[in-house]
Every structure is written in structure tokens, then in C-alpha cells.
């Protein structure tokens, strides 16, 4: 039967699970916390090392026993959130700020975009005035003629000007011929909108694949953590009953101190994992922008994730071709761009012709003498030719050239690293199936044999060295699948970006993997 191959842009997997009989590896409530000193015998009455030891073990197990969700909601601090993969990547999308800078930039573009589309159709202004003067200055006629007899020319003058004067104006322009300026121009603004969306997109797909790597990394984070909580109340509770024995004369102080050190070792894991988990909460709430007071916990169960990729889906990524990234076609949008600005830019070499038309109504008009409200036009032909520019316009020409070099050569350099990124994630997605296989595999194996240690304890055929070690190994392959499997799903949604797969509009509904 033939796989069922993904379609060209598929979803990101979704985290939300049917249940399943696995139970997760551990939790860090207090009820959690509790169970293995609730084991602890009193100090007055020694327990046997082989029943305080089988004890420790039964604790360690219960420990890693998942608690209903409402029970551990409730033992959170205030203000803590309950989140989905779904609802995490609806939050980031929505309010990651790099993210809104992307989107304001392609607004920005898109505008530009429409006003250089603009520069097609003619302007059209209107322009009204009205001036007063304290005093306009008058010439006498009889200072420019000799005297003539019956004829006084001293009461005639002549005014310069009105002293008030009322003008409106509506003025029309357009350019006949620019030599390509215009088209050029609405062609690098198109370039750089289509570019400026893309941008969008493949910001809104780095983001999607940035909020799942942090959400399970913080998946990580805790359940190491919880991992950590439970070895060390088992080795504090085997501690306290070592320390029994020892005041009973049934073991040594070398055996005691040897546990005591494997405790401290204990509590500073434990600490170093709190620690992570604290970063790569802020850095979940940080990437969503919520308040980084919060604190976030997972809703995700760990070891059913590692059932959603099949062979089908896996040999999909493995030997489908890559789509095109919208990482690449930005690029090729800026080349075009690039590549119209050079042409705008020789443009200017050519002369423009406009014509401009005036329609007016103002007193005095066109007759001062008159000084009457009067309606006048005028039309007009202009050419405009820089003939010589000390060489301003050839530089801007040479830089243009260059800039149209330096972006073939990043889309050049970013399609060889976009089919890197390709290779590398799907060998990152092999390594991560086949660790959480051999983890698996781990986990069986090491339970197999704790039991068996177990059995031999029971029997006085084993230490409790040997019973120690078997449960550390345990609890070390648990911790190994819960890894895996956290980063097996990373390693999905890093192929499906390096494949073209993610969808950046799909933070509405989160689609099934293959």
C-alpha cells in the first residue's frame, strides 16, 4: 500500500491525546513529595535494610505516578496557567511582539505600495488666499510729463498694487512622460510588499517551531525535575533508615556516609533541574508575551507523544522534496526589487514632460486697474532634464548595481543553507526516532531487571548495592524517554519548517501529523 503522503504545507502535530494506560514518569505536588517519608519507619523502631529498601523502591514508583490535573492545579501557586501546545501557539501568534513588528513592517510596505500606485493619476490641489496691506505705493503721473498747457496731469496716479487682494485657485498636474520613474518605482514597492509578507510568514513559521522546542523543553524541564524530587525522597528515606540500622549495629558508618554523599548529589540535581525549569518557563512566557510573574505548566502527556509520527509519516519527511520556503521567496523578492530600483535609477537619465492647468476666480484678477472680481486660466507644457549632476546620479546608479549583487548573493547564500537545514533535520528526525526506540527499549530493560534485582533481594542473593544501583538505572532510563520523546516532537516540527510544511496561518486549528 502506498504511504499517505502530506500535503505541501502540513499543520503542526497535535499534542492533544486520546488517554493511555502509560502513566507519566513523575510529579512535584507535595501529596507527590510526601509518599516516600510517609514510608519512613519511626526512628525508634529499626526497620530491616531489605524491607526499608523494597519501601524506597514502592515509593520511588508511586512518586512517578501521575496526579489527576485538577489535583495538581490546585497545589500551584497563584497565577499559574494550564496550557496546551494548541493554546500556546494560539497565544504566541496572537501576541508575540516580534511578530507584531513583522506585521506592522508588511503594513508599512503595503502602504508605500498603494502610494506609489497613486503617482498614476493626476494632483489636484486647491489653493485659496486673502491679503490685506496697510498700504500699496502710488505714482504720480505728472512726475513722467512736462507740463501742457490746459492739461494737469498732478491729480493722475498710478497704483502698485490692491491693498486687498482675494485669490482661489484649483490646480491640476500630471506627468506625460517620466521615462519609467513611475513604473519602476510602483515595481520596487511591489517587490518590497510581496517581500514584506513573506517576511510575515516565515516569521509566523519560526515562531511556531520556536513555541513548540520551548514548550517541550519546558516538558523536559519538569519532568527531569519531578524525576529528581522522587530519586531524592527515596535516597533521603533510605538514608534515615541506614541511619536506624547503624544505631542498631546493623551496618557501618562507611555504608552511611557513602549514602549521605548520594543524597547531597541528590538535592543539587534537583536544584539544577528547578533551576531549568524556572528558565525555560520564563522563556515560554517571554516568546508568548504574558506576564513573566506567571508560571506555566504543560498539559501535554510526555509518553504518548512518541506514538504520533508512523512509518508512513516518517518516510514522508525522510523522501519527500522540500517546498519552497517563503524564507527563499523573499529573497527572490528582494532581487526584484533590487533589480527595479536599478532600473529606476537610470530613469533619470531620460527628461520628463508634465503639464499642469490652473483655473482661478480672485479680485483684481488680471486687470488691477479694474479691481473687479474676474475668473482667469492658464495652461502649461514643462520638460525637466538634469543635463549634468557632478556625477550624484551615476553613484546612485553604481549603488544600486551593487545592492542588486549583494541580494543575488544572499539568496544564493540562503538557498544553499535552506537545503542544509533541510538535510540536517531530517537526519535530526532519524536519530530522534531511533533514540526514543532504544529508550524505550531502556526503560523495559531496566525494569525488567530491577524486578529481577528485587526478587534476588528478597531471596538474600543480592546487596542493597545491587538493589540501589538497579533503581538508579531505572530512574536514569525514565528520565533518558522522557527526553527522547520531548525531543522527538522538536525534531517534527523542525523538519516540517526545514520542509516548507508549517503553515503560518495555522494557528486557528492545529491539524492531525501524518
Aim: glycine share 6%; proline share 6%; charged share 25%.
Amino acid at each position: 500500500m502506498t504511504p499517505h503522503l502530506p500535503p505541501a504545507r502540513s499543520l503542526v502535530a497535535r499534542t492533544t491525546t486520546p488517554p493511555t494506560s502509560r502513566r507519566p514518569l513523575g510529579c512535584t505536588t507535595p501529596q507527590c513529595r510526601a509518599i516516600p517519608r510517609r514510608c519512613t519507619p519511626p526512628s525508634s523502631r529499626p526497620t530491616p535494610l531489605p524491607i526499608a529498601l523494597i519501601l524506597g523502591a514502592l515509593c520511588l514508583c508511586a512518586a512517578a505516578t501521575a496526579v489527576p490535573a485538577g489535583a495538581e492545579a490546585s497545589e500551584e501557586p497563584h497565577g499559574s496557567i494550564e496550557l496546551s501546545l494548541e493554546q500556546a501557539l494560539k497565544l504566541g501568534l496572537a501576541r508575540n511582539r516580534g511578530l507584531e513588528t513583522a506585521r506592522i513592517d508588511s503594513a508599512i510596505a503595503a502602504q508605500q505600495h498603494r502610494g506609489a500606485t497613486a503617482l498614476r493619476w493626476p494632483q489636484l490641489g486647491l489653493e485659496a488666499t486673502a491679503r490685506r496691506q496697510s498700504d500699496v505705493p502710488r505714482v504720480p503721473v505728472g512726475d513722467f510729463f512736462p507740463e501742457i498747457p490746459g492739461f494737469d496731469p498732478g491729480a493722475i496716479e498710478i497704483r502698485m498694487g490692491d491693498e486687498e487682494t482675494y485669490d482661489a485657485r484649483l490646480r491640476l498636474r500630471e506627468t506625460l512622460f517620466g521615462g519609467g520613474r513611475i513604473s519602476n518605482t510602483i515595481a520596487t514597492r511591489a517587490a518590497l510588499a510581496e517581500r514584506a509578507d513573506l517576511q510575515l510568514e516565515a516569521e509566523s513559521t519560526a515562531l511556531i517551531e520556536q513555541i513548540v522546542r520551548t514548550y517541550f523543553g519546558l516538558i523536559k524541564a519538569r519532568q527531569a525535575a519531578a524525576i529528581a524530587d522522587a530519586a531524592l525522597a527515596a535516597a533521603e528515606a533510605r538514608s534515615t533508615d541506614l541511619a536506624n540500622l547503624l544505631d542498631a549495629g546493623q551496618t557501618t558508618r562507611d555504608e552511611l556516609l557513602a549514602l549521605e554523599a548520594h543524597v547531597g548529589r541528590s538535592r543539587i540535581a534537583l536544584l539544577e533541574a528547578r533551576h531549568r525549569v524556572s528558565l525555560a518557563g520564563l522563556e515560554l512566557l517571554r516568546i508568548l508575551g504574558l506576564p513573566l510573574d506567571r508560571k506555566i505548566r504543560p498539559t501535554a502527556p510526555p509518553d504518548a507523544l512518541s506514538h504520533r509520527i508512523g512509518a508512513a509519516g516518517l518516510a514522508a519527511r525522510l523522501t519527500a522534496e522540500p517546498a519552497e520556503r517563503d524564507e527563499l521567496r523573499a529573497a527572490r523578492m528582494a532581487v526584484r526589487a533590487a533589480r527595479s530600483h536599478v532600473a529606476l535609477e537610470r530613469a533619470e537619465r531620460i527628461p520628463s514632460l508634465g503639464a499642469q492647468a490652473e483655473g482661478a476666480y480672485g479680485r483684481p484678477g488680471l486687470d488691477p486697474f479694474a479691481n473687479e472680481w474676474e475668473f482667469y486660466w492658464t495652461a502649461a507644457l514643462a520638460m525637466h532634464w538634469t543635463a549634468w549632476d557632478g556625477g550624484q546620479r551615476d553613484a546612485r546608479i553604481e549603488a544600486a548595481q551593487l545592492e542588486l549583487r549583494r541580494a543575488e548573493q544572499r539568496r544564493a547564500d540562503l538557498e544553499g543553507r535552506l537545503q542544509l537545514a533541510a538535510a540536517a533535520a531530517r537526519l535530526g528526525l532519524r536519530e530522534a526516532h531511533e533514540r526514543v526506540e532504544v529508550a524505550e527499549t531502556l526503560v523495559t530493560a531496566s525494569e525488567e531487571r530491577r524486578r529481577i534485582v528485587e526478587d534476588r533481594f528478597a531471596q538474600g542473593l543480592a546487596t542493597a548495592s545491587n538493589l540501589v544501583v538497579a533503581q538508579q538505572e531505572e530512574t536514569q532510563a525514565r528520565l533518558a524517554r522522557a527526553t527522547a520523546i520531548a525531543d522527538l516532537q522538536i525534531a517534527i516540527t523542525a523538519c516540517d519548517r526545514a520542509l516548507g510544511w508549517i503553515d503560518p496561518r495555522a494557528g486557528e486549528a492545529i491539524g492531525e501529523m501524518p
